[in-house]
């Protein structure tokens, strides 16, 4: 089974979001065969777009979840809402979370809520420029694994490659090379067979940044990647009904 996961980020208001949502599933491809399809709203469209997917083969997930999930918390995310809501996922430590002081030991803990409210995690994990630039690509990313993952004993796990300089900014970007991303691709296999033994073949590992329907399928190659994680492409439902299809 090969997923597109969508990460809708604050690109579309919850009207937006569920205009998009309902045309997708009037595109997606029929097939059986079809890829599982994951959409991730923004948090305050994630009500809207659950009345539309509910039932269907389309998943809801929650673009991030916060520790607390019930409780004095003021304006933050509650795995447990999110589950209330039909969500099946949560994206946990993408770079643009990272980027507002998200650690991999708060990454770590909000893995363990996840699995504890019965939401498969996504966990994002990818080095900046700078860090590629000066060699520590492969460090960079292995570290965010072994700091993550050690001592993981939730049950389904997604794993997300994301160089952080391929990610766009509103479709403006250039992705990795498949040459790039698939090197990368299986030095985190590697590193998720040392931390999770037999269970690491379990996990689909997808590639994120600057995928388009044209190149989806030059980096989902059942091989290296069983899925994509796309932003800005993804909020155009023709666009991503596309993406679904080529999987097929
Ligand atoms: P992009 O975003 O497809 O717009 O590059 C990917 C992501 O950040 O998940």
Same mark, same amino acid.
């Given at each position: 089974?090969?997923?597109?996961?969508?990460?809708w #980020?604050?690109?579309l208001?919850?009207?937006?979001?569920?205009v998009?949502?309902? /045309?997708?599933?009037? /595109?997606?491809?029929?097939s059986?065969?079809?890829?599982?399809?994951?959409?991730?709203?923004?948090t305050?469209?994630?009500a809207?777009v659950?009345?539309?997917?509910?039932?269907? /083969?389309?998943?809801l997930?929650?673009?991030?979840?916060?520790?607390?999930?019930?409780?004095?918390?003021?304006?933050?995310?509650?795995?447990?809402d999110? #589950?209330?809501l039909?969500?099946?996922?949560?994206?946990?430590?993408?770079?643009?979370?990272?980027?507002?002081?998200?650690?991999?030991a708060l990454i770590?803990?909000? +893995?363990?809520?996840?699995?504890d409210?019965?939401?498969?995690p996504?966990?994002?994990v990818?080095?900046?420029?700078?860090?590629?630039?000066?060699?520590?690509?492969?460090? &960079?990313?292995?570290?965010?694994?072994?700091?993550?993952?050690?001592?993981?004993q939730g049950?389904? +796990?997604?794993?997300?490659y994301?160089? %952080?300089?391929?990610?766009s900014?509103?479709?403006?970007?250039?992705?990795?090379?498949?040459? %790039?991303?698939?090197?990368?691709?299986?030095?985190v /296999?590697?590193?998720?067979?040392?931390l +999770?033994?037999?269970?690491?073949s379990r996990?689909?590992?997808?590639?994120?940044?600057? %995928?388009?329907?044209? &190149?989806?399928?030059?980096?989902?190659?059942?091989?290296?990647?069983?899925?994509?994680?796309?932003g800005?492409?993804? &909020? #155009?439902?023709?666009?991503?009904?596309?993406?679904?299809?080529? +999987?097929?």
């Amino acid at each position: 089974m090969r997923t597109i996961v969508a990460n809708w #980020k604050l690109y579309l208001t919850p009207r937006e979001s569920a205009v998009v949502a309902r /045309r997708l599933m009037k /595109r997606l491809p029929r097939s059986t065969r079809s890829a599982l399809t994951v959409v991730l709203p923004s948090t305050s469209a994630l009500a809207a777009v659950a009345d539309v997917v509910r039932g269907t /083969r389309v998943k809801l997930g929650s673009q991030n979840i916060d520790l607390a999930t019930s409780g004095a918390a003021t304006g933050q995310v509650s795995a447990r809402d999110a #589950k209330e809501l039909g969500c099946a996922y949560a994206l946990v430590g993408h770079s643009e979370r990272r980027k507002e002081g998200e650690t991999d030991a708060l990454i770590k803990e909000k +893995l363990g809520v996840a699995a504890d409210e019965g939401l498969t995690p996504i966990l994002c994990v990818g080095e900046t420029a700078r860090q590629r630039k000066a060699g520590a690509a492969i460090r &960079t990313v292995v570290g965010q694994l072994k700091k993550t993952l050690t001592g993981w004993q939730g049950g389904k +796990l997604v794993v997300a490659y994301e160089p %952080v300089w391929a990610i766009s900014k509103a479709g403006r970007g250039a992705a990795a090379s498949p040459d %790039v991303a698939f090197a990368m691709a299986r030095v985190v /296999r590697a590193a998720l067979k040392k931390l +999770l033994k037999a269970r690491a073949s379990r996990v689909h590992l997808l590639y994120g940044g600057s %995928v388009t329907a044209r &190149t989806v399928r030059q980096y989902v190659d059942g091989t290296h990647f069983q899925g994509a994680l796309v932003g800005f492409a993804s &909020t #155009k439902a023709d666009e991503c009904a596309k993406m679904v299809a080529a +999987l097929l």
